[in-house]
C-alpha cells in the first residue's frame, strides 16, 4: 500500500509520520488487513532513517491501531480498532467559496424509481430495465476477452471520436434491416447510450435561450441535456396518437420525441402524426430527435416507419441505444444525424470523452456480425411477448374495473390508467408505498414521468419479471384492500 505522508522540518519526525498514518486508519484510508509499507521503503521515500519509520509504527502497534507480525510486516489491526470501526472520509472542503453556475442549482439527476441493480422485492415491475438474468455472456464474454489483449487493435491509443469503423458499419447494416433507416456507416456516431447523444445534439444545435418541445408525460432525463445548455423546455401534451403537433411552440427549434413507444405511456405514433409532425418541422426549420428506445420489441400490429426513414428534408435525427437490447451498464448509444451537423457533432463527442469504450466497441461490433445480437432479441422477443401477454391479460381480467390499459404493442412496459377510487393521487401513492413495503417493486405514472401530475395511473415494467410472477405481483398492488 503505497501511503502519502508529508513530513515538515525536522523535528518530531516519527511523531508525524505516526499521527498521519494514524488520522488515515480513522478515515478508513487505509482499512483493517492493510499492509503498511516495510519501513526500509517508506524510510527510504522519505528519506528518513528506517528506524524513524520503526518508532511510528511501534506506537501504532502499542495503541491498538496495527498488529506487528514476525518476518511479515506491519498491519492495520483487523478488530477492536480504537475508534470503533471504520470512519469514513473527513470532508475539508464544505467551505469551499467555489460554486456551480446558477443554472446547475436547478438541475438534478432523474429521482427515478431505482433503475440500478437486482432487487430484493419478489415482484419487480421496475420500468426501464431488461432482463438481465438472460444477457447471454457466456457468448459476450470471449468477445470482450479477445479485444482485451495486446494485439487488439482496441487496446492500443486512442480511437475515432465517431466511433469503431465496425460497429458504425454493423449499425448502419442492422437499423438499415430492422428499422428502415436510411444511412451508412459515415453518418453513424457511436455515443455512450442515448443519454450522451442527447448532451451532443444539445451542444451543437442550441444556443441559450432555444426552445426544445418534449412530451409531457415524457422521459425525465431527456430534458436534463437541453437545460444544460440553457435551452426553454416545453412540454407538449399527447394523446392516443402521440404528441399533439399543433399546440408546439411555433419558435421551437427541436422537438424531442418517443415515437417507437411513447415513454412513459406506451403507445406508437400514428403514421398521420408522423407526417404532421415531419411537415411541421419543415415549415419552422426544426431538428425533430427521434429516440428510437424499446423498438426492438414488438408484439403484434405492422411497425409504423421510423421518422427518419419518413424525412425527405434533412430534419430528423435519429438515437438508438443498446440499454435495452443488451445491458444499460454498458452505456452504448449511437445516432444518425444530418449531413451539416456531424462534423460538429463528432467534435463534440471528442470534447466530452473523446470516444466510447473501444473494447467495449469492438465486442458489439463482432456481437452484430456474428448474428449474436438478432439471436438474442429473436430470444428475448419471445419472452417479452408472453410477459406482455401475462401482464394485458391480467390486468384485463381481474382488474378492468380499476384500470385501464393503454394500449402497446412493443417495449417493455405498459401503462395502465387508474379509475374509481384511485384517481385521487394520494390514495394511488399510499397503494405504491404499501406494495413496495410488501416486496412488489411498482412505480406511478406520476414516480416515473416528468409532468408529476400525470395522469393517475402505474406503469407496469416486465423486463425483470418472470410471467408466472406477474398476476400474483398485480394482485398484491390492486388487490389491496381498501383501507388496509
Ligand atoms: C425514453 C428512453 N430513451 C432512452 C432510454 C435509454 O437511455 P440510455 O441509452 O441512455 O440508457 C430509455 C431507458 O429507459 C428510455 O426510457
Known amino acids: 500500500m503505497d501511503v502519502h505522508v508529508r513530513l515538515d522540518g525536522q523535528r518530531d519526525l516519527s511523531g508525524q509520520i505516526y499521527r498521519q498514518l494514524r488520522t488515515a486508519i480513522h478515515d478508513g484510508l487505509l482499512r483493517p488487513g492493510d499492509r503498511l509499507p516495510p519501513t526500509r521503503e517508506l524510510g527510504r521515500r522519505l528519506e528518513v532513517a528506517r528506524n524513524t519509520v520503526g518508532v511510528a509504527y511501534e506506537r501504532l502497534v502499542a495503541e491498538g491501531y496495527a498488529d506487528s507480525r514476525v518476518g511479515s510486516g506491519t498491519y492495520v489491526r483487523t478488530t477492536g480498532l480504537p475508534m470503533?470501526?471504520?470512519?469514513?472520509?473527513?470532508?475539508?472542503?464544505?467551505?469551499?467559496?467555489?460554486?456551480p453556475r446558477a443554472l446547475w442549482a436547478g438541475l438534478s439527476p432523474w429521482a427515478?424509481?431505482?433503475?440500478?441493480?437486482?432487487?430484493?422485492?419478489?415482484?419487480?415491475?421496475?420500468?426501464?430495465?431488461?432482463?438481465?438474468?438472460?444477457?447471454?455472456?457466456?457468448?459476450?464474454?470471449?468477445?470482450?476477452?479477445?479485444?482485451?489483449?495486446?494485439?487488439?487493435a482496441g487496446t492500443v491509443g486512442y480511437g475515432d471520436p465517431a466511433g469503431h469503423a465496425g460497429l458504425r458499419a454493423a449499425l448502419?447494416?442492422?437499423?438499415?434491416?430492422?428499422?428502415?433507416?436510411?444511412?451508412?456507416?459515415?453518418?453513424?456516431?457511436?455515443?455512450?447510450?442515448?443519454q450522451q447523444a442527447l448532451d451532443l445534439i444539445g451542444r451543437v444545435l442550441l444556443d441559450p435561450g432555444d426552445r426544445v418541445a418534449v412530451e409531457e408525460p415524457g422521459y425525465p432525463p431527456a430534458r436534463l441535456p437541453f437545460l444544460a445548455q440553457g435551452a426553454e423546455v416545453t412540454g407538449v401534451p399527447v394523446d392516443a396518437e402521440g404528441l399533439l403537433v399543433d399546440a408546439i411552440p411555433p419558435d421551437t427549434r427541436a422537438v424531442y420525441v418517443t415515437p417507437a413507444h411513447q415513454f412513459p405511456l406506451g403507445m406508437a405514433?400514428?403514421?398521420?402524426?408522423?407526417?404532421?409532425?415531419?411537415q411541421w418541422a419543415r415549415r419552422h426549420g426544426a431538428a425533430v430527435i427521434e429516440d428510437d428506445y424499446d423498438s426492438e420489441f414488438r408484439f403484434g400490429g405492422r411497425p409504423v416507419e421510423t421518422l427518419q426513414s419518413l424525412d425527405r428534408d434533412g430534419h430528423v435525427i435519429y438515437v438508438g441505444s443498446f440499454s435495452k437490447v443488451m445491458l444499460p451498464s454498458l452505456r452504448v448509444g449511437f445516432l444518425v444525424a444530418p449531413a451539416p451537423l456531424r462534423a460538429a457533432l463528432r467534435t463534440a463527442k471528442y470534447t466530452v470523452d473523446w470516444h466510447t469504450a473501444v473494447p467495449t466497441q469492438a465486442a458489439l461490433?463482432?456481437?452484430?456480425?456474428?448474428?449474436?445480437?438478432?439471436?438474442?432479441?429473436?430470444?428475448?422477443?419471445?419472452?417479452?411477448a408472453t410477459r406482455h401477454r401475462a401482464i394485458t391479460k391480467a390486468l384485463t381480467d381481474h382488474f378492468a374495473d380499476l384500470t385501464t390499459l393503454v394500449p402497446s404493442a412493443a417495449g417493455l412496459h405498459v401503462t395502465a390508467f387508474t379509475r374509481g377510487h384511485l384517481t385521487e393521487p394520494d390514495a394511488l401513492a399510499d397503494l405504491a408505498v404499501r406494495a413496495r413495503a410488501s416486496g412488489v417493486?411498482?412505480?406511478?405514472?406520476?414516480?416515473?414521468?416528468?409532468?408529476?401530475?400525470?395522469?393517475?395511473?402505474?406503469?407496469?415494467?416486465?423486463?425483470?419479471?418472470?410471467?408466472?410472477?406477474?398476476?400474483?405481483?398485480?394482485?398484491r398492488v390492486l388487490g389491496q384492500p381498501r383501507d388496509s
Open 84 to 99: 470503533g470501526g471504520t470512519a469514513t472520509a473527513t470532508d475539508t472542503t464544505t467551505h469551499s467559496g467555489l460554486r
Open 112 to 152: 427515478a424509481p431505482e433503475t440500478s441493480g437486482p432487487t430484493t422485492a419478489a415482484h419487480d415491475f421496475r420500468v426501464g430495465l431488461p432482463d438481465a438474468r438472460l444477457f447471454p455472456y457466456d457468448a459476450w464474454r470471449p468477445l470482450i476477452a479477445r479485444e482485451l489483449r495486446f494485439s487488439a
Open 172 to 194: 448502419a447494416r442492422h437499423i438499415g434491416l430492422s428499422r428502415g433507416v436510411r444511412t451508412g456507416p459515415d453518418d453513424v456516431l457511436v455515443t455512450t447510450g442515448t
Open 269 to 278: 405514433m400514428s403514421l398521420r402524426r408522423r407526417a404532421a409532425l415531419l
Open 365 to 384: 461490433a463482432r456481437f452484430v456480425d456474428d448474428g449474436l445480437l438478432a439471436r438474442h432479441v429473436r430470444r428475448m422477443q419471445h419472452t417479452y
Open 441 to 475: 417493486a411498482v412505480y406511478t405514472l406520476a414516480e416515473v414521468a416528468a409532468n408529476r401530475s400525470a395522469c393517475p395511473g402505474f406503469v407496469f415494467g416486465y423486463g425483470s419479471i418472470s410471467a408466472p410472477d406477474i398476476e400474483p405481483g398485480l394482485h
